[in-house]
Structure formats: C-alpha cells, structure tokens
C-alpha cells in the first residue's frame, strides 16, 4: 500500500519503519513545516493515511484526508470532543475511519481485562484509582488509554458515575494521576485498594513498535472497508 505519514514524529518514524518492513511504499511525510505537499497529492496518489500528530491538528488533518477520498487511521489523542462530527463525515463521505486510543495488541488485551475486572469487583468496597505514566513531551493529559481504561471501570462499577483528573478529587468518580517522567513510553496501572489488601493490574510498553504495528495492520486491515471502526472490529477474533 501506499502509505501518507500525517504527523512525522516519534510515532510517524516508527510507523515508516514498521511499514517499510512489511513491503509498504511511503507516499508523504508531512509534518508541520512541510503540510502545503498534502496539496499536490491527489485522491489516487494515496491508498490509505496513518495520522499521528497532536490535539489541535487532527481533527483538520482527518477531516481534509477525508474529503480528499483517503482513508484515515488515526491514533492522535486529545481531539476526541470533535470524534461524531468526524465519524458523521466519514459516512457522509462513503469513507473509512478507523480510530484506537492506543494500537497496540498488548493494550487492547489489557482493555479486556480491565473491564473484567471491574465487572468482578463491582460490588465489592475497594477504593478505584489508575495512574498513567509518559515522556515528557506529551502534550495531552490524563492519557487517551487511561481514558478508555475509565470508561471500561465506569461502566461496570454501578457506584462511579465518571472520571477526573488529578489534583480534582470527587467521591464517585475515578481519580486518574497523569506522570510525566523522562522518555517513558506509555505505564498504565489500575488500582483496587481496602483496609485488607490491594490489587493491581498494569500495562507497561517497553517502546513505541507495538503501536506502530497496530496501526500498520490496521491499514492492512481498512484496505477495500467503508466506515468507521475500531480495535474491536480487528480484534474480533481475539475472545
Ligand atoms: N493510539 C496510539 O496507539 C498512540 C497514540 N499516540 C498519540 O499520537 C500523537 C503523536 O505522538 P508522537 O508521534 O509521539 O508525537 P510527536 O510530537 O513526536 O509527533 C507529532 C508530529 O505531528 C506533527 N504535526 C503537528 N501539527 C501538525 C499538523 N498540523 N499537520 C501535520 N503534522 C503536524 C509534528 O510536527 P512538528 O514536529 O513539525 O511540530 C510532529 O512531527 C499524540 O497525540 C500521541 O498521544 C502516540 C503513541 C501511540
Ligand atoms: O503520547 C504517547 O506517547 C502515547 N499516547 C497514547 C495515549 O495517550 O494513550 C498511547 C500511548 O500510551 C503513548
């Protein structure tokens, strides 16, 4: 496939790499300096656009893939109050969106497990909380993995009702702690603790190849789809 890098940062080099490996072309990398190029590709120059980029950027950079007749697979966190007027788009367009909080297979497995998990201790007293831990450089916070993480808990767990971030605290609702520390890829960890004992699960990425995997096979998997989808529709199998 002919792969558009929208976003060629940490994430967009590893993807290029990952790509490159799996016998796939790179059709452009653009990045802030260079997004004018996008221009000059047309609808038939791209098979498919893998966007990685920041919070304020994506949702104009899917939304214009989109037009363009490319279909989008994106990862940028921290943009996802606009996700119904891009998703709206994509149908309106006959187009192909596929979005994940976090590619990696690992992460996705760990979703699964958090949800379990909560639906196990639902009923039982146990203060909930999750820290999140990432790299400096991160822009957004709490993380969007820590955010579907609370999603799955608050769903299962009949006495929260949302989350909040850090320092906020507020009796039923989760309290999620963003670190950011060095170059750390991306720590998750969700906590049950009594007067008696604790449980605690966490997902620790070693790098960043898991997630640029993830999104190689999800364009891979788009290839020939329209509309929207997630890591559930490529993981169905998975159970
Ligand atoms: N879903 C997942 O599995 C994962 C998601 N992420 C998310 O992906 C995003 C990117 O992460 P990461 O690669 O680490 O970040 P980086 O800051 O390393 O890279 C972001 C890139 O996007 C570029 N960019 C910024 N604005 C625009 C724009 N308007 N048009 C095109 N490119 C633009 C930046 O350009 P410049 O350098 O010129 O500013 C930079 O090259 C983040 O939101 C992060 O949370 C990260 C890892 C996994
Ligand atoms: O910014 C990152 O680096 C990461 N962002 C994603 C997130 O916000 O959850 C995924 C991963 O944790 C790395």
């Not at 016998?23 to 452009?28: C, E, L, Q, S, Y």
């Not at 149908?91 to 979005?99: I, K, L, M, W």
């Not at 203060?127 to 609370?150: C, V, W």
Request: charged share 25%; aromatic share 8%; net charge negative.
């Amino acid at each position: 496939m002919r792969i558009l890098l929208l976003g060629y940062g940490k994430m967009g080099k590893t993807i290029e790499q990952i790509a490159l490996e799996r016998g796939h072309t790179i059709a452009g990398k653009i990045d802030i300096q260079n997004r004018p190029e996008m221009d000059r590709l047309g609808s038939d120059d791209v098979d498919v656009a893998i966007e990685f980029s920041s919070p304020e950027a994506a949702f104009d950079n899917i939304t214009y893939c989109l037009k363009k007749g490319w279909p989008v697979v994106s990862g940028t966190t921290g943009w996802l109050e606009h996700r119904s007027e891009i998703e709206n788009l994509c149908n309106e367009q006959s187009g192909a969106f596929f979005y994940a909080s976090n590619y990696s297979i690992g992460v996705n497995l760990f979703f699964r497990l958090n949800r379990q998990l909560a639906r196990m201790m639902n009923s039982q007293d146990y203060q909930r909380s999750m820290t999140e831990i990432h790299h400096i450089h991160k822009l957004d916070a709490p993380s969007g993995t820590a955010i579907t993480l609370a999603e799955g808990i608050v769903e299962e767990t009949e006495s929260l009702s949302g989350w909040k971030l850090a320092p906020e605290d507020q009796e039923g609702y989760l309290q999620i702690v963003s670190k950011r520390i060095g170059e750390v890829p991306g720590t998750h960890i969700v906590r049950y603790e009594s007067a008696v004992d604790a449980i605690e699960i966490s997902h620790t990425a070693h790098n960043r190849a898991g997630f640029a995997l993830g999104a190689v096979i999800s364009a891979e998997w788009l290839s020939g789809r329209n509309g929207v989808f997630g890591m559930d529709d490529l993981l169905k199998n998975l159970d």
